[in-house]
């Protein structure tokens, strides 16, 4: 099971920008594809955004299409997500996950390596 740590969360106003990173300290998940879940407050997890392992296909849900984007280093081992224009609606503690080829994929019991959570949160 791959350890993932976030980073990148913080407070930022509507319309701002902030770009999460998710790193494997020490593993290598070049490999697999990886994911990007939210949960907001008092509300279940949700899809966010999924990458291959290769990069060369991404997946996003309806509500950040065009306002996010997935990428990833493998030779840093390291996946991002660039989100901007945020919104209110955005703030939640946000979840890399991994997984094992093929993928990528879409909800959160194909995954079986998780991060603890950055949190993001957009005011009005």
């Known amino acids: 099971q791959v350890q993932l740590v976030e980073s990148g969360g913080g407070l930022v106003q509507a319309g701002g920008s902030l770009r999460l990173s998710c790193a494997a300290p020490g593993r290598t998940f070049s490999s697999g594809p990886m994911g990007w879940f939210r949960r907001p407050p008092g509300k279940e997890r949700e899809f966010v955004a999924a990458i291959s392992w290769s990069g060369g296909s991404t997946y996003y849900a309806d509500s950040v299409k065009g306002r996010f984007t997935i990428s990833r280093d493998n030779a840093k081992n390291t996946v991002y997500l660039q989100m901007n224009s945020l919104k209110p609606e955005d703030t939640a503690v946000y979840y890399c996950?991994?997984?094992?080829?093929?993928?990528?994929?879409?909800?959160?019991?194909?995954?079986?390596?998780w991060g603890q959570g950055t949190q993001v949160t957009v005011s009005s």
């Open positions: 996950a991994a997984s094992t080829p093929p993928g990528p994929y879409t909800r959160p019991y194909e995954y079986d390596g």
